[in-house]
């Protein structure tokens, strides 16, 4: 009895160390993709899934947008129009080079428009077509992750207006505001006096001590429900979130960050402020 299990065992480990030796030149063949911005970089890794290795010209700091200089000879690569390809280097001649569009028709950033539930379909269709003419015997593949892409966000935002509907924010980034106005939240941008009032604070001359920044910022969350912000607000103000319990920054997006898992927790960190303070009201 004890002969047979051992044979089982052996059987079943040699069948394990051959799939590891068959699955690994697989894994080794991704097809290496070189992508301009950040948030198309998010949206091909997706997309892409297992078959796709991103190679980013651009990434987050943390608060900046930094260009990369990889050694790129050789590889295809994708940018979302003509122009960007021309800014990050690319050699528009080349048939490895590949455009979205001829000319993007939206005058707006990036990334406002990968902030925007309505636009992200239609991005997800181009690279979709983009990437299966670099790779066309895995095009099923890649529709599938597509299939998947457009309903996970029509969760997500649906999931989005069941929690947040009616809920007041405010933003000091324009770019924020298209994901939480598909929510059904009333987003307001910060005015221009508010844009006015913290950059006098944040003058050198002024020396503005802690606790009264901390008290200007506190007034304007007065009247609505969370304070939305990304990483591209001024440092000091990066510093004081964590003892401003309505302000929630935003995580940035590049070829590490899930795109969707990434909108989700904007949502979540917006809910989790209205539960909290629902909670205290009781």
């Known amino acids: 009895m004890i002969s047979r299990i051992c044979r089982i065992l052996r059987g ?20 290496p993709l070189v992508v301009t911005h950040p948030c198309l970089s998010s949206l091909v890794a997706f997309i892409g899934g297992i078959n796709i290795s991103v190679q980013p010209l651009a990434r987050w700091d943390g608060v900046h947008l930094v260009r990369l ?11 979302l129009d003509r122009r960007e390809a021309l800014a990050y280097g690319l050699n528009l001649d080349s048939d490895a080079v590949v455009s979205l569009y001829r000319e993007f028709p939206m005058d707006r950033s990036l990334e406002e428009v990968f902030s925007d539930p309505a636009c992200l379909p239609f991005l997800g269709q181009r690279v979709l077509v983009a990437i299966s003419d670099l790779d066309p015997n895995e095009y099923e593949y890649y529709q599938r992750r597509l299939a998947e892409f457009q309903s996970r966000l029509d969760s997500t935002v649906s999931m989005g207006r069941r929690i947040l509907k009616g809920a007041e924010i405010l933003t000091f980034s324009k770019n924020l505001e298209p994901l939480f106005a598909a929510a059904g939240c009333t987003v307001t941008l910060a005015s221009d006096e508010m844009l006015a009032s913290l950059q006098a604070a944040l003058e050198p001359e002024n020396e503005v001590e802690e606790d009264g920044l901390i008290a200007l910022l506190e007034e304007w969350t007065q009247g609505v429900d969370a304070v939305i912000v990304d990483r591209g607000i001024d440092k000091k103000i990066l510093e ?8 929630i920054v935003v995580v940035p997006l590049d070829e590490d960050v899930d795109l969707l898992t990434a909108l989700y927790d904007r949502y979540l960190a917006v809910w989790n402020v209205l539960r909290i303070y629902q909670e205290h009201k009781r």
Request: net charge positive.
């Open 12 to 31: 079943a480990i040699l069948l394990w160390t051959a799939s590891l030796l068959i699955a690994q030149p697989l894994w080794a063949s991704r097809c």
């Open 69 to 79: 200089h990889p050694d790129i000879h050789g590889l295809p690569a994708l940018a």
């Open 240 to 247: 004081l979130i964590p003892k401003l319990p309505k302000w």
